[in-house]
């Protein structure tokens, strides 16, 4: 079993940059998928970005493309979402996901993934 706790988040402007963390302990994620996702309020919980930490090739949001980058480095057991050009439609509690039991090469979604961190709320005001 994977425990994972993200950090990062907080109160920013739009057009800031935050950067989100993932530490994973319990077991060494080398070789599996890496994904964050979002909700926010009275919204289901939807995909971000993922990464497959042996391999070059990521996933992202639509919504995300080319303000977000999903990175992840082994040694630390430690995934990375760096957001810039924050929205204030990115206002969500963040999640990282591991457990990955999906086809990668279709954009990965909640039900492929099996272990969740608590969340970190990252609020974006306009």
């Known amino acids: 079993q994977v425990q994972l706790v993200e950090s990062g988040g907080g109160l920013v402007q739009a057009g800031d940059s935050l950067r989100l963390s993932c530490v994973a302990s319990?077991?060494?994620?080398?070789?599996?998928?890496m994904g964050w996702f979002r909700q926010a309020p009275g919204k289901e919980r939807e995909f971000v970005a993922a990464i497959p930490l042996s391999a070059a090739r990521t996933h992202y949001a639509d919504s995300v493309k080319g303000r977000f980058t999903i990175s992840g480095d082994n040694a630390k057991n430690t995934v990375y979402l760096q957001m810039n050009s924050l929205k204030p439609e990115d206002t969500a509690v963040y999640y990282c996901?591991?457990?990955?039991?999906?086809?990668?090469?279709?954009?990965?979604?909640?039900?492929?993934?099996?272990?969740w961190g608590q969340g970190t709320q990252v609020t974006v005001s306009s």
């Open positions: 319990g077991r060494t994620f080398s070789g599996y998928v």
């Open positions: 996901a591991s457990g990955y039991s999906g086809n990668y090469r279709y954009t990965p979604t909640v039900a492929d993934f099996g272990s």
